[in-house]
């Protein structure tokens, strides 16, 4: 079996190297727009080839959709249009959109909506890592809305990818991403942002900066292509949980103003019970 | 040599680990106000023996104190009034209000202001780490005011936590570490309150949590009591990069609701700019 993989940057290219490792595919191909991008695949071995989007529908019985978000709307009717049996799977991080968009089409079965949740603050395909997916969430939003024969393809490769299965619906999904994703790389540029400021008045700055700082601000290097389209889809759930965030660091705020410790012990001890979901 | 730990936790702890491997020391004193610290710590092994804090002094050349900033502020004079050749270095994270509370004591020169710039969101003995400190940065404030040997004595220590050194003043170690070390606890108790609030009505929430989120929320597990004395102490610094902070978030908001994607696009780029500070 041939697979395909459209965008081979950190999920695609993530995803290729580890599906070459179970050695039950004769071709990995990919597609990608940047002509840097597909060098630098060859050069990582990242792909077996590139080829024409439309040569890679016809080659493959899969098709992976690992570009940015904005990109995956575009493709995957164009796809889908093409499509006779193979399956097209998209590894993008919101889907009430993408399912919109694809929800009368005659070949909607062929279609499995996937997201991976895992990535790192690194993009394009040098940032692609075989384990990065190992023992980490694959989430399916509406799922039962797949060809039985297509979605039990697109599980096998996740199994391949040694992860294990979740499912949403597209609006859990999504306002569920905002909270646990979307906002933590938000307050990473927000912090980035802070502190590169103040860098112009205060140019030594950076030389107290330890690891938390660093753990928080890491996801600052994301890449904007990605992210943008990402806020751009999410907008209403996006806004909300930015919304909410920013009245409880303006809580934090008011009770060091008003110098009513009791009060802001009594908060930090309260997120503190954050210990109880992460180790 | 006798060296005494007062306050034998994360960082007193980690200390009295990495001095012990050594060899340097005749005894390790521990003194602390907990005695489920002192039991834990003395089970651990992170100290020979606890004393009173008086007997500490009587029997130590070094006294050093890591204790919670407020206690700093309250124990250092107290110190000083018993000190006749010993070196007093606390490890405080806030500078302004301890050297102005002993600012005229006689014994002034005696005293050493130090900051490791290390840590974890762990607290208690059992959170101490032997390579705690290793190639951190400790930030000496005001070190021209200790006399010659005391601060030599305290730099050994440093040494003996494999630790470099860098200078500064108070004004600006209490800045630069609301900017690079205390917003950063802000951010993530606000993280963790904005998603515990969501999950009273989205139980699943913390389901697709990834380790993005677990690295910008992981300090929302730091300790009430260590964390309310320092923004108390560091008041005026804090507030004024939260409110900055907000601003910078209220800005990416403001972009995102006006569907102004190429202003988000710009902001988030300008915040990569940090890949320049963090590898």
């Not at 603050?121 to 980490?136: H, I, Q, T, V």
């Not at 399916?140 to 060809?147: N, T």
């Not at 965030?245 to 934090?252: C, R």
Request: glycine share 4%; with cysteine; net charge negative.
């Amino acid at each position: 079996m041939n697979i395909a993989i459209v965008g081979v940057g950190l999920i695609g290219g993530s995803i290729a190297l580890r599906l070459r490792e179970t050695e039950q595919y004769n071709k990995i191909i990919g597609v990608d727009k940047s002509e840097a991008n597909r060098k630098k695949a060859l050069q990582l071995k990242l792909v077996d080839e590139f080829v024409t989007l439309e040569e890679a529908i016809d080659q493959c019985k899969v098709v992976i959709l690992a570009t940015p978000v904005d990109a995956i709307v575009q493709l995957a009717p164009y796809i889908l249009d093409r499509v006779t049996d193979q399956v097209l799977i998209d590894m993008g991080s919101t889907k009430i959109n993408i399912l919109e968009q694809i929800a009368d089409h005659p070949k909607r079965g062929r279609y499995v909506a996937a997201h991976p949740m895992a990535g790192t603050e690194y993009s394009g395909p040098e940032a692609a890592l075989p384990d990065l997916f190992k023992d980490k969430n694959m989430v399916y939003v509406e799922a039962f809305k797949s060809d039985e024969d297509a979605f039990d393809l697109a599980d096998t490769i996740t199994e391949q990818l040694e992860m294990k299965s979740l499912f949403m619906n597209a609006e859990e999904h999504d306002m569920h991403t905002a909270y646990v994703s979307h906002i933590s790389h938000l307050t990473s540029f927000a912090l980035a942002l802070t502190v590169l400021e103040k860098e112009k008045s205060q140019g030594r700055i950076f030389e107290l900066a330890g690891s938390g700082f660093e753990s928080t601000v890491r996801l600052a290097k994301s890449s904007p292509d990605m992210w943008t389209p990402i806020f751009k889809q999410n907008r209403i759930n996006v806004l909300e949980v930015l919304e909410e965030h920013i009245k409880q660091l303006q809580k934090l705020h008011d009770k060091i103003e008003a110098e009513d410790y009791e009060g802001l012990h009594k908060l930090i001890k309260k997120s503190n019970k954050i210990k109880r979901i992460i180790k």
